[in-house]
């Protein structure tokens, strides 16, 4: 004979089961964001920020690895995006569902599943030693560019496949032509999504260590040009931390790293709310 | 060849996608600045003929047509034409309105700007159109507003606005009332009424009353075959076809 529970019994089961995991999730981040607040936050003063680290980071600040960290990043988005963005409309506008298509999406997603150290190997290998660019900003600049393309890829093409195949149809019954009505309809309508990958891809930039120790070094200075070494704050921390080197520094630059991703996600999605309501 | 008398004319069109057939030897003339009917039950292949008369049926996967279409002198479908031309000479409104999410005034300017029309003349088109499309005492006003606040009737008769305002000499609507309340679809009826005196127009609808009531001339299609033309009072009181009879009163739809 089969026990059946009551549906009302089952529906509040369900309903605090999942109240208890969302809680859960969310208490686990409330825990992170605390600890390394309590931890961190008395370290974060003017003086932390502005001054470069001495004495291998057991004194001074992080402002070079804040500096490197902007380079590395924006060099990653600045060489992946255009990229990313233009296969994804040739993906979707310019070729039909194929074997091709296929095949380079097949690409796409493989290197999505590469794992870093390994991207940070292949990194080394060419950047550093082959083109002879050294442990170099734009060693690490063009591996960690190679690590997000596939996420630009992918959510650039869910992007602009949700555009409504009738504003196309719309335009060219109008008279416009197939890049007209991309740049001034789909891309537009698409950018809220195109955007989102962008900053995904700047979150996981800013949190990559494998990758750059490989490619980008972990000089302590400030570096001034795309060939000069340099470390990122993820790296420092994970040096501070390994080595042993100064604990509260470590913390210190882990809060910055966190307010960091925390304001850049917060920009992202007033801009993407912004641009929701200007282009829909 | 057309004859000084014809706007378009259709020498035996026959239209496929992929192994499906969905006009078969369709011949037929459309006379200038009369409002032509297409009528006929669903999947009969209306809003397909509609769709090759302005080469939107290129973007169909697999199509394939046998036969000619002249649009005045010119064989639209050759290889030779210039479809992007084409299609502000020919323009279509859809049966879902569709303004694009911009403001009223950028649904209006945006594609003739793209054409090269020149931005002096931008405001005057915008007014000119949406009064032929008797929409702009409701809007003149808010120009800046975004199209999507519009009501469904407004929407579509800015639909017809936005296509007007390519200033076309032939105006496809297919099932433009489909969606709408009887007081947005009589505005649209007799703003086609008014838009006659310039336009070559051709409706396509799936109620027989409306083209009854809208029409110059009408052309019956069932299953991808013309089965009757003729003038509208004449088809709808003494068709000759016994189908077209059937269609007409409803034995089947």
Known sequence: ?280 | MTTESDKIRLEQLSFFYGDFQALNNISLEIRPREIFGLMGPSKSGKSTLLRVLNRMCDLIPEARFTGRVWLDNEDILSPDCDVVNLRRRVGLVLSKPMPLPRSIRENLTLAPRLAGRERQKMEELVETSLKAAQLWEEVKDRLGDSALKLSGGQQQRLCLARTLAMEPEVILLDEPTSGLDPISTAKIEETLFQLKKNYTIILVSNNTKQIARATDRTAFLLMSQIIEIGDTPRVFTVPRDQRTDDYISGRFG
């Not at chain 1, 809680?23 to 992170?32: Q, Y």
């Not at chain 1, 930039?205 to 993820?234: I, K, N, Q």
Request: glycine content about 8%; some cysteine; proline content about 4%.
């Open chain 1, 1 to 280: 004979m089969a026990w059946r529970l009551h549906p009302r019994i089952t529906q509040a089961v369900a309903k605090t089961l999942l109240w208890a995991l969302t809680g859960l999730t969310l208490l686990i981040l409330i825990f992170i964001i605390v600890n390394i607040s309590i931890k961190g936050l008395p370290q974060v003063t003017l003086s932390f920020l502005s001054q470069v680290p001495q004495d291998m980071g057991r004194h001074g600040g992080i402002f070079s690895t804040i500096v490197a960290t902007v380079y590395l990043t924006l060099l990653a988005i600045v060489l992946a995006s255009p990229l990313g963005v233009g296969t994804a409309i040739y993906l979707t506008e310019y070729t039909k569902e194929g074997w091709a298509t296929r095949i380079i999406r097949f690409g796409a997603e493989c290197l999505a599943g590469v794992p870093s150290i390994i991207l940070g190997l292949f990194g080394f290998v060419l950047f550093v030693m082959k083109l002879g660019l050294g442990w170099s900003i734009l060693s690490g600049g063009l591996t960690l560019a190679i690590m997000v393309l596939p996420i630009i890829i992918r959510t650039s093409e869910e992007a602009i496949k949700a555009v409504p195949q009738e504003y196309r149809q719309v335009c060219y019954s109008l008279g416009m032509s197939q890049w007209q009505t991309i740049t001034r309809i789909v891309l537009p309508a698409a950018l809220p999504g195109i955007t989102t990958g962008i900053m995904l891809s700047v979150g996981r930039s800013l949190g990559e260590t494998a990758v750059l120790l490989f490619t980008a070094g972990a000089a302590l200075r400030t570096p001034t040009s795309l060939f000069d070494s340099g470390r990122t704050m993820a790296v420092h921390f994970y040096i501070l931390a390994r080595e042993g080197i100064s604990m509260p520094n470590a913390y210190g630059t882990a809060a910055i790293l966190m307010i960091s991703i925390l304001l850049i996600n917060l920009t992202a999605y007033t801009l993407m709310q912004r641009l929701i309501k200007r282009y829909s």
